[in-house]
């Protein structure tokens, strides 16, 4: 499915990703995440949404301190990271073959006051979804998730299972095909959704969705 790893002749554009090592400097910490694209692909590198929505969070977009989140498909885990380094208890999320990589990642960048805030664990969209209580996190965050269309509908089960009527949703993505205006519209018809913020320079939309009320739906 997503773990799927590109080939060598991948455009140029791509070559980044083939780097050992992605540094970045975010929360007045300096991360470096350690890249294998070969072994894992998408799931192994770190995205231009997860850089911006990173960003975002650092711009105090959302109060995170004492807030509980969870990072949806989390790949090389960035987002979470700077979200536990911002204050939030983090659990930090992907399939079980990315989990390892992702649990390397976070213990390699994390200091040791901050570890015990960021949790990694195991979830495949729509299937162990008994394992975390309904409406359990604040905040839920994604970066670049919604590109496979045959995933949509097991992501939507997941984020209204992991929802209350409080929770926000944090998306960044780039809105490049029909599928991604599909899913958009799909999220709609469950959840209060709006743009929030745009990056001209990486198109990187973030969106902000919000569990309809019963009054809405009226």
């Known amino acids: 499915m997503a773990l799927v790893p590109y080939e060598e002749t991948a455009e140029k554009g791509l070559q980044r990703f083939h780097k050992p090592l992605a540094t970045f400097s975010l929360a007045n910490h300096t991360i470096q995440i350690r890249q294998d694209w070969k072994q894992l692909g998408v799931a192994a590198v770190v995205w231009d949404a997860a850089i911006i929505l990173a960003?975002?969070?650092?711009?105090g977009a959302v109060e995170l301190r004492g807030c509980s989140a969870v990072e949806l498909g989390a790949g090389t885990g960035l987002v979470g990271m700077v979200a536990a380094l911002l204050g939030a208890h983090v659990t930090i999320t992907d399939r079980k073959v990315a989990l390892e990589f992702l649990k390397s990642n976070v213990q390699a960048n994390?200091?040791?006051h901050i570890q015990p805030r960021a949790v990694v664990k195991e979830l495949t969209w729509g299937q162990n979804l008994g394992s975390f209580s309904p409406g359990e996190f604040d905040l839920i965050l994604g970066a670049d998730i919604i590109y496979l269309e045959e995933t949509f509908t097991?992501?939507?089960?997941?984020?209204?299972?992991?929802?209350?009527?409080?929770?926000v949703i944090l998306l960044a993505c780039r809105i490049r095909y029909e599928r991604d205006h599909n899913f958009l519209a799909m999220l709609e018809r469950q959840f209060t959704v709006r743009k929030v913020h745009y990056d001209p320079e990486?198109?990187?939309?973030?969106?902000?969705?919000?569990?309809?009320?019963l009054r809405e739906d009226l």
């Open 110 to 112: 994390l200091p040791p």
């Open 55 to 59: 960003t975002y969070l650092e711009m």
């Open 202 to 213: 990486k198109d990187v939309h973030i969106y902000k969705a919000q569990r309809r009320s």
């Open 154 to 167: 097991d992501l939507l089960q997941t984020l209204e299972h992991l929802c209350s009527n409080h929770s």
